[in-house]
């Protein structure tokens, strides 16, 4: 699972970091959303992949401690990662429709979706 996880991340990252460097920016716009998708799967497998895990939760650690057995940290999932990964989710999703509209006023103003601004000379 982990050599599945850590491929996919990286022909994420690898195929993001390749249209970045393209000179339209349509491609630049795809590959910051692959990279953004990469960071995402990162940061949420740094958390630990735990299945049938309960978030911790404040009645859980209630009900655990009045039973009077030691409560195992690792019996529960960690919900930094996956609230990490929502924010990074709808933040992206944000700035790629501001990038779209950036780039269709681009667009407009100049006539082509290059990078630079201006068609290379063939």
């Given at each position: 699972?982990?050599?599945?996880?850590?491929?996919?991340?990286?022909?994420?990252?690898?195929?993001?970091?390749?249209?970045?460097?393209?000179?339209?920016?349509?491609?630049?716009?795809?590959?910051?959303?692959?990279?953004?998708?990469?960071?995402?799967l990162?940061?949420?497998?740094?958390?630990?992949?735990?299945?049938?895990?309960p978030?911790?939760?404040?009645?859980?650690?209630q009900?655990?401690a009045?039973?009077?057995?030691?409560?195992?940290?690792?019996?529960?999932?960690?919900?930094?990662?996956?609230?990490?990964?929502l924010?990074?989710?709808?933040?992206?999703f944000?700035t790629?429709?501001?990038?779209?509209?950036?780039?269709?006023?681009?667009?407009?103003?100049?006539?082509t979706d290059?990078?630079?601004?201006?068609?290379p000379?063939?």
């Amino acid at each position: 699972m982990e050599l599945i996880l850590s491929l996919g991340i990286g022909i994420l990252a690898g195929s993001g970091v390749w249209l970045l460097l393209r000179p339209r920016t349509y491609q630049v716009i795809i590959g910051l959303g692959l990279l953004s998708y990469a960071v995402n799967l990162f940061i949420f497998s740094v958390g630990r992949l735990v299945t049938d895990s309960p978030p911790v939760t404040q009645t859980a650690v209630q009900t655990t401690a009045q039973a009077g057995t030691q409560i195992d940290p690792a019996a529960f999932a960690d919900p930094v990662p996956q609230a990490l990964v929502l924010t990074a989710i709808v933040i992206g999703f944000a700035t790629t429709a501001l990038f779209l509209v950036i780039l269709l006023a681009s667009r407009g103003l100049t006539g082509t979706d290059h990078v630079d601004g201006k068609e290379p000379d063939r």
